[in-house]
């Protein structure tokens, strides 16, 4: 038996995507790629690669749907607790300093990161004067973000996730529930603007205090880690902050030696230089 | 086989579950010298706890031991352990990938996932060794290695302290030994 796609035929596709629809995948790393891509092909049970190749490059609403299933959007509220434990004990003193503050989450999915900052804002008091940016290529995942729902059947795991980074109060004072939503408290999406960010084609839209990109550099290879780094450094005011996801780091980047990790093992970086 | 020529096998890939470290030890005790392959470890588990699993386990071999870590170059003679909480991939440059995407068979790292891509990338130079655990991961990856080309191992149920793991691949599948963790290791230590 032969694999589903050869390395050669995933470049194929990324080559029609970029010259048909002019999105720019062909800097992903290709085992998820052609994980989700076998997966889609399998479950709309294509008779050949051709015709995958053919629907994909005449066939729009096939394209949004490829999208949306080659990026990856799990994600969680208060995913890794001692993550948002270190930000609001090491970050945000300096933030607390600055008259106005600017957030950016870039890949920010449906949200859930943003809002999970967004309530240790406001238990820091500042959530006032802050601005949280949310940012992702895909354009309906930031749809849940806007109406600050989240699924119901999370809202345990959730809570036993803040009380673990230092939350406060009773989790649940934050939402109130809509049968199986959640619904999050208006003044938390207030401090929110939501827009679609593609890391690899757009530029620098604003200077940030603290710009968090988590679980989205995996997906990159190297040349578009760098390259992103670097547009995030462009959008880093200096002393600022960037935050990783728990696998990725800042080490083998030629801006390394313009940060400092905090000193502790979450990826938080200060920008130094 | 002569001993010291080179393997066949560009890598060895374990999956378990409950009861897993336990046969990865038994396995580890028999494998006194550092192997001409990599070994890469995919064990169900809690989040939290990866630091204590790698420092466990050198405690227990002469092979180095590290973290799966996205991006680093696989080498021989190193024995990689997957981080909890991400699905390992292996890219077709000798490179580990780290996925967070949706948990398969309740698992994240779940072996069918890393069966599948390590199989898609080594084909017929992948060894795939199936050990203990309480739920039916790894079953369906490891049908497809084979298929792929992989040789397939499964550990002897009635030698796994939870045998539902390695039951449900020979239910469904021929594979090419079923052995007891120890012979294993010996099987492994001759490659
Ligand atoms: C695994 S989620 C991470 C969500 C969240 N940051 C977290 O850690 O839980 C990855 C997100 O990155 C987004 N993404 C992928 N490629 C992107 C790009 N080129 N520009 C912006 N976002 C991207 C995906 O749409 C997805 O929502």
Redesign the pocket.
């Known amino acids: 038996m032969e694999p589903l796609f050869r390395d050669e035929e995933i470049e194929m596709l990324l080559n029609d995507l970029l010259d048909t629809w002019g999105y720019d995948f062909t800097g992903y790393a290709h085992a998820s790629l052609r994980r989700r891509i076998s997966r889609l092909y399998l479950l709309r049970a294509f008779p050949s690669f051709a015709e995958f190749r053919y629907k994909l490059k005449n066939d729009s609403a096939f394209f949004h749907e490829f999208v949306e299933e080659i990026?990856?959007?799990?994600?969680?509220m208060f995913?890794d607790p001692n993550f948002y434990r270190s930000i609001s004990e090491q970050v945000f003193p300096w933030l607390s300093t600055k008259p106005f503050i600017r957030i950016w989450h870039?890949?920010?999915?449906t949200g859930?990161?943003v809002y999970s900052m967004a309530i240790m804002l406001k238990e820091a008091n500042l959530l006032h004067k802050s601005l949280l940016y949310a940012?992702?290529?895909?354009p309906s995942?930031l749809e849940n973000l806007r109406k600050g729902l989240f699924p119901m059947q999370h809202m345990k795991q959730y809570s036993e996730n803040y009380i673990q980074a230092g939350g406060r109060l009773d989790f649940s004072s934050y939402y109130t529930a809509q049968y199986e939503w959640a619904k999050f408290d208006e003044v938390l999406h207030s401090k929110m603007i939501v827009s679609t960010?593609?890391?690899?084609s757009d530029q620098s839209f604003n200077e940030f205090q603290l710009i968090v990109c988590?679980?989205?550099l995996i997906?990159f290879d190297k040349g578009l880690q760098e390259r992103v780094l670097r547009l995030f450094d462009d959008s880093l005011e200096k002393l600022g902050f960037l935050a990783l996801?728990s696998k990725e780091t800042l080490r083998f980047s030629d801006l390394s030696a313009g940060y400092s990790q905090l000193p502790n093992r979450e990826k938080v970086w200060k920008k130094i230089k | 086989m002569e001993k010291n020529q080179v393997s066949r096998f560009r890598l060895a890939l374990i999956g378990g579950s409950a009861g897993g470290l336990d046969a990865i030890l038994k396995i580890m005790s028999r494998l006194q010298q550092v192997p001409s392959y990599p070994i890469v470890i995919v064990l169900h588990r809690k989040a939290d706890y990866d630091t204590l699993l790698v420092d466990l386990l050198e405690n227990r071999t002469v092979i180095p031991v590290r973290e799966a870590e996205e991006k680093i170059t696989i080498e021989n003679g190193y024995l990689y352990v997957a981080p909890a909480d991400f699905h390992l991939l292996f890219e077709s440059d000798g490179t580990f990938a780290l996925d967070?995407s949706e948990k398969v068979n309740y698992s994240r790292p779940s072996i069918d996932v890393s069966f599948i891509s390590a199989a898609e990338v080594y084909r017929e130079n992948l060894l795939c060794i199936l050990l203990s655990g309480a739920n039916a991961d790894g079953t369906a990856g490891m049908k497809t290695a084979r298929e792929l080309g992989a040789t397939c191992i499964v550990q002897a149920p009635q030698s796994a302290e939870v045998p539902f793991m390695p039951e449900s691949a020979l239910k469904e599948m021929e594979v090419d030994l079923v052995l007891a963790a120890e012979s294993i290791g010996d099987f492994m230590a001759r490659l």
């Open positions: 990026t990856v959007n799990v994600t969680e995913r870039a890949g920010c999915s859930e990161e940012t992702d290529i895909n995942v960010h593609n890391l690899v988590r679980n989205v997906y996801g | 967070a």
